[in-house]
């Protein structure tokens, strides 16, 4: 049989990268290494907890999980043991020789460009965290027997490459579980001194749902380090913050500090518990495709899955768990999903963790700007997904605008200071906000102290087509119809464009609409330039201009409408070309279509027609050479 076989294997070309890292200590912090390896026995323990909910043979004369941490300071060797699940040959093939989670590649390529300075804060985010043995050990063995096998198998590697995978004898495996022995390296020996190890199994797992045991070394007897008692159960004001910090970073895999901490109890027709965190830095998963969240789904402490889709998708960076008194512990993770007692729970799981952001943002501006900064994107998509608590977002949001400087303006914050006769909350959305604070759409908004909002997330130009509206006022795009600016009043110091366009400028605007014919829908004097000669805007209904763009490059839209050319009549350049007789006619038309790509340039775009602008501008340039 195979399975009798020592095989020796390649690891996965990311794998092989990341041992490379570990192995020549790219980690400033090696303590890490021991909390990831009793983050993955209590996880082993939680698992077994689950299976034998409906196969308790799986516990047989040894019900109570426990991890046990043994040294032996003479042989520098160091042992970190579970009687949970077990693995397979193939599971252990597959758990320690590969990498499955999405976002390894990104991770690697950012720690080999050098941009790692918060090194131990990446460790565990892409599940590389049993791969920190190798910061400290020059050779791991796993050793593990699966609850319920009658097999064991031993799994070896020293990390430059290649491991091997071979039949264990049954009496020098675990009865049940999973043995990690790590023969250590020559400048890692203290990691065998008892006091060491048990100062950061306390300070990084001590709240671990699964008790610790220590054995300072062999033959001696095993001795309690940690309860199991998980933290959530605890009451609040039993909790210290560094018993809150430490938890977050073994649920949340990260090294920073929580920004935000959410510990409830809620009772009542559905009673769990919530202890929840607003990371303190961007999880380098946040953008994943399928933007599944991260929070684990317990029932009475039974760890049940992490995909129970506990919270809606815009909240996928909140990290933490929710343990249920309520939900049947003896059903497939598939019905749990359409357990209506679960959707009960998600909703007041995620009405708590807005409220507690409301309150955050209302009692410390400066926790919330940093917490906006980081997730305020992800946040946003709830505008366009969730409607029921579109308004509830719509208060949290946070803007960049045309008054802000680098600060942040809540709609609160702009509504606040409208002018008077002002009737929108308006917006110009688009890529780079350097674009588009010079953008000439944006002239007539500054000359009358108008604020407007840089919408730069390609999720905003979605959101703000639902027609969400905010204290009854709706969104407009700069970018999109008329201005409506002749309801605010310019400073009395400012000047005051012509009531009336005079007939050469009327006819001027009629020879460039003829002119450039079906390139554009219409041609328009505008109200909202007052230094640039043009700039193109979108029609009243459709897509602005931004929106446009991403429906094009997403192979979405069937035929994009033809934009409305706003000409500046108050402009020297328009007004010299529309003084030009019939005389100079090809001149004027070489001056409509070059008024039109400028417009574009402007705009973000390239000239209609390269090959026409190029010969159009050598004309002007001769002309002008020829005067001259």
């Known amino acids: 049989m195979t399975d009798q076989k020592t095989e020796t294997r390649t690891f996965e070309a990311d794998v092989s990268r990341l041992l490379h890292m570990m192995v020549h200590s790219v980690y400033s912090d090696r303590d890490v290494f021991l909390r990831e390896l009793i983050s993955n026995a209590a996880d082993a323990c939680e698992k077994l907890r689950f299976e034998a909910v409906s196969r308790p043979e799986l516990l047989g004369d040894d019900p109570k999980p426990r991890i046990t941490i043994a040294a ?203 202890l929840a965190f607003v990371p303190g830095s961007r999880p380098f998963d946040l953008f994943d495709q399928d933007r599944k969240g991260r929070m684990k789904l317990y029932v009475r402490r039974v760890f049940i899955t992490h995909d129970a889709d506990l919270l809606p998708r815009y909240l996928r960076f909140v990290r933490g768990l929710v343990d249920s008194a309520d939900l049947p512990l003896n059903v ?65 949001a946070r803007f960049r605008s045309t008054v802000s400087g680098e600060g942040w303006r809540s709609l609160a914050d702009y509504v606040g200071a409208m002018k008077e006769g002002q009737k929108a909350i308006f917006f110009m959305a688009g890529d780079d906000r350097a674009r588009l604070e010079a953008s000439p759409q944006l002239e007539g908004f500054r000359a009358r102290g108008i604020e407007v909002l840089l919408l730069t997330d390609p999720v905003d130009s979605f959101w703000v087509t639902m027609g969400p509206e905010f204290d009854g006022k709706s969104f407009k795009s700069v970018t999109q119809g008329a201005a409506e600016l002749a309801d605010v009043a310019l400073p009395e110091d400012a000047a005051k464009p012509d009531a009336e366009t005079s007939s050469d400028i009327a006819t001027f605007l009629a020879f460039v609409k003829t002119t450039l014919g079906e390139e554009v829908s219409d041609v328009k004097a505008s109200d909202r330039l007052t230094e640039s000669a043009v700039c193109l805007v979108a029609p009243e209904h459709g897509p602005d201009r931004q929106f446009e763009r991403l429906l094009n490059a997403a192979g979405r839209l069937d035929k994009a409408a033809k934009p409305i050319l706003e000409i500046n009549p108050r402009h020297e350049r328009v007004a010299a070309l529309a003084k030009l007789g019939d005389d100079d006619k090809a001149f004027k038309e070489d001056a409509a279509h070059l008024l039109y790509d400028e417009a574009r340039v402007l705009d973000g775009d390239k000239p209609a027609d390269a090959k026409a602008f190029s010969a159009r501008l050598a004309r002007l340039i001769d002309r002008g050479l020829a005067k001259g």
């Open 332 to 396: 497939s993770r598939e019905m749990i999903q359409e357990s209506p007692l679960l959707a009960a729970i998600r909703k007041g799981v995620t009405n708590r963790v807005l409220g507690d952001l409301a309150k955050t943002a209302e009692n410390d501006a400066e926790t919330y700007a940093k917490i906006w900064e980081n997730f305020g994107v992800v946040l946003k998509e709830g505008l366009y997904e969730d409607y029921e608590r579109r308004e509830q977002l719509l208060k949290l």
């Open 72 to 274: 032996d300071p003479d042989n520098k060797q160091l042992v970190v043991e579970d009687n949970g699940i077990g693995m397979s040959r193939d599971e252990m093939a597959e758990a320690l020789g590969t990498i499955a989670r999405s976002g390894t590649r990104a991770f690697l390529e950012r720690v080999e460009a050098g941009k790692a300075a918060e090194d131990t804060q990446l460790i565990g985010q892409f599940g590389v965290g049993f791969y920190s043995a190798f910061m400290v050990a020059d050779r791991v063995d796993v050793i593990s027997r699966q609850a319920g096998g009658d097999e064991a198998f031993r799994w070896s590697s020293d990390g430059k490459g290649t491991y091997e995978i071979a039949p264990a004898p049954l009496e020098a495996a675990p009865k049940r579980g999973t043995r990690v022995v790590l023969h250590l390296m020559e400048d890692a020996s203290s990691y065998t001194t008892p006091y060491r190890l048990e100062g950061l199994a306390k300070s990084q797992s001590g709240h671990v749902p699964v008790p610790i045991t220590l054995v300072e070394k062999p033959g001696a007897e095993p001795r309690d380090i940690a309860d199991g008692t998980a933290l959530w159960v605890r009451q609040k004001s039993e909790i210290k913050p560094e018993e809150y910090t430490d938890f977050y970073r073994s649920i949340a895999g990260q090294y920073d500090e929580p920004a935000s901490t959410i510990h409830f109890r809620a009772e009542g027709r559905q009673e769990y518990s919530v």
